[in-house]
């Protein structure tokens, strides 16, 4: 963003996302680091596509804690949202 000058951050999540699964399900042996990241997102969660669009809004929430990032968005010279890509229809649902 400093760089490039951006001016949108997308985070974008996809149905059937195997990684929030496997924190879903319980099954995180090989990817710990990842579940890591992920764990405190989902919590409470019951669907897959609500772990995974809770996942995104905490990511989108990280995100806009960097000073810079807030700067930025305060400035109205970035924006930063979340959404959820169906995989069978193509469709991007804004969050």
């Known amino acids: 963003m400093k760089v490039l000058g ?9 149905e059937s996302c195997g990684a929030v699964g496997a924190v879903l399900g319980g099954n995180t042996e090989y990817i710990e680091d990842v579940a890591n990241l992920i764990e405190p ?12 669009k809770a996942n995104v809004r905490w990511v989108v929430s ?15 010279k970035l924006d930063c949202r979340g959404a959820y890509y169906h995989l069978g229809s193509g469709k991007v649902e804004l969050l």
């Not at 951006?6 to 996809?14: D, K, N």
């Not at 409470?44 to 609500?50: A, I, M, P, V």
């Not at 990280?62 to 109205?76: A, H, M, N, R």
């Open 62 to 76: 990280e995100v806009k804690k960097s000073s810079f990032i807030q700067k930025q968005i305060k400035g109205k």
């Open 41 to 52: 997102a989902i919590k409470g969660t019951k669907s897959l596509e609500e772990a995974i």
């Open 6 to 14: 951006a001016s949108f951050v997308l985070v974008m999540g996809h």
